[in-house]
């Protein structure tokens, strides 16, 4: 076969297979109900042993899909409520996320990114998916370490830190794994609940994942984390002012100028600012975020 029927060949073979796909989805589509805005009750149209077979040897193209119509499942169960953190979506009813990210990577096993968003998305809504779906990535890809960190992670969200420090050690034992899965075996035995520990893992999801969507709730954890220690060394120093007057102040231009003299970042009323550069609200001795703020509550 000369070079020119080679490349016919093979320009056929790649218009079969993208038309191959496209019936496809045009299947699936089919055998999905129609879609009413108003129903409570969801259900998987087509399981991922189903979807496996009518793939027709197309399964990358097909965990794609599934990939996607998990992301913008979830996508418009939040576009009314923007704030709602990543990692913390356990009231927006998303019964169908487990089943399509389970068809996706039953697809696809060695898919990975459908395995982070279960390990960082469905521990608030049913942690034994959250748990199965991260084991199955581990068995499909027993070298692929930052399985380890995710499932590590479901296990100290659970504030199992015996189980994390486990899993952590195991996926420090994997060829290409880095220096700090070891370390991060022995902070979560030795101190599995600390705000440190949850800086450290915050942080090494911030720097691993390649979702932005990730990126960006690790770096509000990692906002929050630091407007803990904020508030709490606010709250000594309230607690102070109201030993030495026998009064909490009234607000905060009151107490202004110790903030100014401390080189703390105020805003013009005098309140101190959060590290998303929200201000602080002050209560009767007391010291709240400010419903604005970019920094989860919870």
């Known amino acids: ?55 027709l040897g197309f399964n990358g193209l097909a965990a794609d899909w599934y990939w996607m119509r998990s992301l913008q499942y979830v996508g418009r169960k939040i576009i009314n409520d923007n704030d709602v953190p990543l990692d913390n979506l356990g009231l927006l009813n998303l019964k169908l996320l487990a089943p399509l990210l389970d068809t996706a990577t039953t697809l696809d096993p060695e898919f990975l990114d459908p395995y982070e968003y279960a390990a960082i998305v469905l521990p608030a809504i049913n942690v034994n998916d959250a748990i199965r779906i991260t084991k199955k990535g581990i068995d499909a890809n027993p070298n692929a370490w930052r399985l380890y960190q995710h499932l590590g992670y479901i296990y100290w969200q659970q504030h199992d830190y015996q189980a994390a420090s486990e899993i952590y050690g195991r996926g420090a034992q994997i060829e290409g794994a880095p220096p700090w899965m070891e370390a991060m075996k022995a902070k979560m035995a030795a101190d599995g609940g600390s705000r440190a520990t949850a800086r450290e893992i915050y942080t090494r999801m911030y720097e691993q994942s390649a979702d932005e969507k990730v990126r960006d709730m690790a770096r509000r954890r990692l906002l ?21 007057t026998g009064k909490c102040p009234s607000s905060w231009k009151e107490i202004e100028p110790v903030f100014r003299a401390l080189h703390v970042a105020v805003d013009a009323s005098g309140a101190p600012l959060d590290p998303s550069g ?13 419903p604005k703020s970019e920094i989860p509550a919870k």
Not at 224 to 244: G, I
Not at 279 to 290: A, G, K, N, Q, S
């Open 224 to 244: 929050q984390l630091d407007s803990l220690d904020q508030r709490e060394s606010l709250r000594k120093f309230l607690a102070a002012y109201q030993a030495r």
């Open 1 to 55: 076969m000369n070079d020119r029927n080679r490349t016919i060949a093979l320009g056929l073979v790649v218009v079969i297979g993208i038309a191959c796909a496209a019936l496809l989805v045009q299947r699936i589509d089919t055998l999905r109900p129609p879609e009413d805005p108003n129903a409570i009750d969801e259900s998987l149209y087509v399981n991922g042993k189903t979807a496996r077979r009518m793939s």
């Open 278 to 290: 929200a201000p602080f609200v002050l209560r009767p001795c007391d010291v709240e975020l400010d």
